[in-house]
């Protein structure tokens, strides 16, 4: 006798035709119909090997005696607020309607009752039922097939429990006496237990049909959001019913999709499996899967996707914890190193894991009361020295304050252990080398600053906007008990470690930490008393500018007007200041005096000046009037030459800092017009010293000048007026011609320099051209600043445009980020700046070789190379720079053809070959404009005499790319295929002599474009403006656009690519750089040369012009690359500390 489910399927291929065809008029939601229309034949209706279609073919002669299905009568009881399924009123030759899916799709039952609904009908008439469950398959594709695949795996659950609860109660009435045994009881009951046991074997046949049929097909689905839905349920089966799916012919399926190229897939996946290694009960029946993917695992915690790697380094987790010895030491190894990571989840992650391994099985916490209780103060101990142990002997990082942000999440009370940290510290039998009590006061400092400010150290992001309230409390009382426990005990550390340098820096960063009113309220007068003395012999013994800036940072805590104590620490302040003041009169008068220093003296000196440099910057020293003393030093240093590099430096830093207090003050009120005199006669005596640096023999001073002198051009420009600020207009100062010129000529000497190839990065010497190479970005950046806040003449960035293919990888983004900004000042003039740079290297060029063969030279390919990337830098926005790129193409032919051979000869121009960088700008022109174009140069050369038959090879190649032929990637307003722009162009095109001068001359730019004659009424598709052929040839960097990229919107670019960002007060009277550099006199243009370029419809585009330049420049998002962290200051900031800030210049 078959089985109902046999007997349901007899009667399925009769209704599949119509239900299918019935069911495809029904509307789909937006993933349904995705899954239909992209699921390229892997949807249950075209899959020809499923075992439905395997189980209709095996029941084709069966279903041919089969009766057409029975009316399903309605349910007596129905439940409240579910469907009722109606079928009576149907004729037997029409399919039953898919109701159960348009309530699925409805989702205004839980899926749940209408599993039990679908149940009830199914039991009245299975062939009906099945009927409908077959079509809710079809209709849904798969997809929701697994949620309702979910429901009938919870169903089977409950016929289990059932089961199980039906033998239980057949046990014990069998085992009860005879005389106390109920016959019709053990009958009702064997009678339920069949009645069970048909149901199982029913609903398993429907599962597994559900999980041959549709899940073998769709965990493979071409769409990753079928795929990730498979694995999210067949992930659910296993843990909610593992007696039936946990084995291994159900989890290959997962270990094979952790290879899945899409990130959902993979992390659903790991989700699965973490359900699983959780569970200890389950581990034992994973072993196999476990030695099969372990690897594949293991290998996942480094994923390209931070959430996929968090969450499998989760997953390692558990498995290192229910299934011991399974990972070896090697697979811990792999996972070690990520706790350096720069993603804090994943750090944090792998802190835990670490902690696991390493540190929880010596030092097991035990949980007494709910509350966690540490063994002994020999398990801190331990736990240190294990820390200590790993940190020092891993040698994967050189900053202990990662590994502790690491490790906060899950062993954050121990790392608060600050009693035993510093017990460690102070013992004198302590066993521990000089490394390792340097990691132990990093460690004791991260420890503290984690719980007293609460964000990781520098490069790791939490993305969390702020603390709860809870964690706020539990951050101000950490904040208490640190503070009270160290304020004793910090002038012990600093007394014990006063002589080293590198361990009595971050010692004094800890006051920082500190909660300082309790030096009041808690009555510790005392010793504050003592960390003054100590501070005061750390400065006075050491030099180093990290110690130097540390101990003034920590007085400047402490010099707070709102401490009781305040008069204390500013007399300490007095007296190291006279101190350090004293030492440097005594060691001035002897530089003065005598014409020779040995090497303790000018050491001495350096020291003193260094120090007091260090002050300077956070204290105001005014009062001390070290101007007058520093100017003269750096005067005789001008004059002579005879005083040392080492004392330079630091006095042109006093003299800077100088300058910016008394800045300070006369901006905190109207200040007098002899004081404003006064201040902008020494702000102009120290540009002439720095100036004069410029030219010194030392490359340090030089650079040392060059930096103070960007940021006094910087802070003295015409931004420090702005914000109500007029009354300071007699300070703006404009750099005269000869301190421009001088900064530019630095530049190329200290910036634009070949350096030698770096190595593995290992090496001293490695870290030294490291570090050379940020100093010149910090030097670069400061130059471009000034030109983006017109302190400097914009001409002057063709100096550092010209560099950019070649500094590419040093200064790309710089170069990149100025070019960007330049624009969005000044489209036109940037336009002319890019010409100009191509004109001065052509020009170098030409000098140095000669006109014979200068197109084969490498350099000029590195030109070519340079105007693609010029031509790339104009974006996709072919139509709004229209003007500016035929503009460039008529300056570009006017200079070509600047220079002419003498009368008689065929030699070609000198500058001719400038024609083919020309033609790398060739693809942003219109096919209109190219026209016009080569008239334009046809007319130009009919001047220049030429062999016949002769044509000069940079005139064919520049014709060439203004051809037709060359313009098959040109982007148009309305792109038509190459059949109907023939049509519409007509064969009978005019030849270029037959164009007027007239409008040769006009260049009619901005008209548009002629209607075609023929034209479709078929609305199609704007094409988009990025497929030139061209850009394929360019790196990822510069390809932006051309993959597809939104631009950014409005609101955001305007926060920091707004031209407003960069206007600048024009000065009429400024000098103008252009004529004053006399650079080659490549600006000059012939006037009756010169072609009209705008129309009269230009006023009407110049709206649309000004509207798209808010979005001309690149769609990029990236770092604000001349922001104040290249050079150490911003403007800005610079202009708010002028009226808040107790220091001008903290940064330094």
């Not at 009123?89 to 348009?102: G, T, V």
Request: proline share 5%; with cysteine; charged share 25%.
């Amino acid at each position: 006798m078959s089985s109902p489910l046999q007997r349901a399927v007899g009667d399925t291929k009769r209704a599949l035709s119509a239900s299918s065809s019935s069911s495809a008029s029904l509307p789909f939601d937006d993933r349904d119909s995705n899954h239909t229309s992209e699921g390229n034949g892997d949807s249950l209706l075209a899959d020809e090997d499923t075992d439905f279609e395997d189980s209709l073919n095996r029941n084709v002669k069966k279903r041919a005696a089969k009766r057409p299905p029975k009316t399903t009568p309605v349910a007596k009881h129905p439940k409240k607020g579910s469907r009722v399924v109606h079928r009576h009123s149907r004729k037997q030759s029409e399919p039953p309607a898919n109701d159960l899916f348009n309530a699925v799709k409805a989702a205004k039952s839980d899926m749940q009752s209408l599993v039990d609904e679908w149940l009830d009908s199914y039991k009245q008439d299975q062939d009906a039922g099945f009927l409908e469950l077959v079509n809710f398959f079809i209709q849904s594709c798969g997809c929701k097939a697994m949620k309702l695949m979910t429901s009938l795996v919870k169903v089977a659950l409950q016929l289990s429990v059932h089961q199980d609860n039906n033998q239980r109660q057949y046990e014990a009435e069998r085992n009860k006496g005879p005389g106390q045994r109920a016959p019709e009881r053990l009958e009702s009951l064997l009678e339920k237990r069949k009645e069970l046991q048909e149901h199982q074997e029913e609903i398993e046949g429907m599962m597994n049909a559900l999980f041959r049929g549709v899940f073998v097909h769709r965990y493979r689905d071409v769409l990753p959001e079928i795929r990730a839905i498979c694995i999210e349920e067949i992930g659910c089966w296993m843990q909610s019913y593992s007696t039936s799916f946990l084995t291994d012919s159900y989890l290959k399926y997962i270990g094979w999709t952790l290879h899945d190229k899409h990130r959902e897939v993979r992390l659903k996946c790991v989700k699965a499996l973490k359900g699983l290694y959780g569970n200890r009960d389950l581990t034992t029946r994973l072993e196999l899967f476990t030695s099969r993917f372990k690897d594949r695992m293991v290998s996942m915690v480094m994923d390209r996707e931070y959430d996929v790697a968090v969450e499998a380094v989760r997953l390692l987790i558990l498995i290192l914890k229910n299934m011991e010895g399974v990972l070896t030491d090697a697979d811990c190894e792999s996972v070690y190193p990520v706790v350096y990571a720069s993603h804090r989840g994943l750090a944090s992650a792998a802190g835990e894991f670490l902690y696991w391994k390493l540190f929880y099985p010596e030092c097991e916490i035990r949980m007494m009361g709910g509350r966690e209780q540490r063994q002994s103060p020999g398990a801190q101990r331990t736990f240190f020295q294990l820390l200590l142990s790993f940190f020092v002997e891993s040698e994967l990082h050189d900053h202990a304050a990662y590994l502790v942000d690491s490790l906060w999440d899950c062993a954050g009370a121990r790392l608060k252990d600050w009693e035993g940290l510093t017990s460690l510290l102070l013992e004198k039998d302590q066993n521990l080398g000089d490394v390792q009590e340097s990691t132990l006061i990093e460690i004791l400092v991260s420890s503290a600053r984690q719980a007293s400010e609460g964000h990781p150290p520098v490069g790791r992001v939490t993305g969390r906007k702020g603390l709860t309230s809870k964690e706020r409390k539990t951050q101000a009382d950490d904040r208490v008990k640190l503070t009270e426990h160290l304020i004793p005990l910090l002038p012990q550390l600093l007394a014990k470690f006063s002589a080293d340098a590198e361990k009595v820096t971050p010692l004094l960063q800890l006051l920082s930490c500190f909660d300082l009113h309790i030096y009041c309220t808690g009555r510790l007068e005392k010793h504050l008393e003592l960390f003054l003395q100590q501070l005061q012999e750390v400065v006075v013994k050491h030099a180093e500018p990290a110690v130097l800036e540390a101990g003034a940072h920590a007085l400047y805590l402490l010099c707070n007007p709102e401490f009781t104590f305040f008069s204390r620490a500013d007399f300490a302040r007095s007296q190291l200041v006279d101190l350090l003041t004293d030492r440097f009169q005594q060691e001035l008068e002897e530089l003065l005096q005598s014409s020779f220093l040995d090497e303790d003296e000018v050491y001495n000196l350096a020291a003193t000046l260094k120090r007091l440099s260090a002050f300077y910057n956070t204290h105001d020293l005014t009062r001390w009037e070290l101007y007058e003393p520093c100017c003269q030093l750096l005067q005789k240093a001008v004059d002579t030459g005879e005083v040392p590099h080492q004392v330079i430096l630091p006095a042109l830093t006093l003299v800077y800092f100088s300058i910016l207090w008394t800045l300070t003050h006369i901006s905190k009120s109207d200040a007098s017009q002899k004081q404003l005199s006064s201040l902008r006669d020494r702000m102009v005596a120290f540009c002439e010293l720095c100036q004069s640096c410029l030219s010194d023999v030392d490359t340090e001073i030089q650079e040392q000048a060059f930096v103070l002198l960007s940021d006094l051009l910087l802070i003295f420009s015409p931004q420090m007026i702005v914000g109500g600020r007029d009354f300071l207009r007699p300070l703006v100062f404009f750099p005269e011609a000869t301190l421009q010129s001088e900064l530019a000529s630095f530049l190329m000497d200290h910036v634009f320099i070949q350096p030698g190839d770096l190595g593995s990065g290992d090496s001293q010497e490695d870290h030294l051209q490291i570090e050379r190479l940020h100093q010149r970005r910090r030097l670069l950046a400061g130059f471009c600043k000034l030109l983006l806040y017109g302190v400097l003449e914009m001409d002057a960035a063709s100096d550092v445009f010209k560099h950019y293919n070649k500094f590419y990888n040093d200064y790309g983004d710089i170069i990149k980020e100025t070019l960007t900004r330049a624009r969005q000042i000044d489209r036109s003039h940037c336009s002319r700046i890019l010409l100009l740079s191509l004109k001065q290297l052509y020009t170098e060029l030409l000098q140095e070789h000669g006109p014979q063969g200068l197109n084969e030279l490498p350099a000029f390919i590195e030109m070519r190379d340079l105007a693609r990337r010029f031509a790339l830098s104009f974006g996709p926005q072919q139509l709004q720079n229209r003007d500016l790129v035929v503009m460039l193409h008529k300056e570009g032919i006017q200079f070509s053809l600047s220079e002419l051979p003498p009368a008689g000869s065929s030699n070609q121009p000198p500058n001719l070959a400038f024609l083919e960088l020309l033609s790398e700008f060739s693809p942003r022109l219109f096919h209109q404009d190219k026209q016009l174009l080569l008239s334009y140069l046809e007319k130009c050369l009919q001047h220049v005499s030429q062999a016949p038959g002769h044509p000069w090879g940079p005139v064919t190649t520049y014709c060439h790319s203004l051809s037709p032929v060359e313009n098959t990637a040109e982007t148009s307003p309305q792109v038509l295929p190459s059949s109907k722009r023939r049509r519409v162009e007509g064969p009978a095109k005019p030849n270029r002599e037959d164009v007027s001068s007239s409008q040769e001359e006009s260049l009619q730019l901005n008209s548009i474009p002629p209607t075609p004659t023929l034209t479709s009424t078929a609305v199609k598709s704007r094409q988009p403006l990025w497929g030139l052929k061209e850009m394929e040839e360019e790196d990822g960097s510069e390809l932006d656009f051309a993959q597809g990229s939104q631009p950014v919107a409005g609101t955001e670019r305007s926060r920091f690519l707004g031209p407003q960002y960069f206007q600048t007060p024009h000065n009429p009277s400024g000098p103008g750089l252009g004529n004053q550099l006399m650079r080659l006199s490549l600006m000059e243009e012939d006037e009756e040369e010169e072609l009209e370029i705008q129309d009269e419809s230009n006023e009407e585009r110049q709206d649309t012009d000004m509207q798209a330049s808010s979005y001309s420049s690149t769609s990029e998002r990236g770092l604000d690359l001349l922001d104040s962290t290249e050079l150490d200051i911003e403007i800005t900031e610079s202009l708010q500390l002028l009226g808040k800030s107790p220091h001008p210049y903290n940064s330094r």
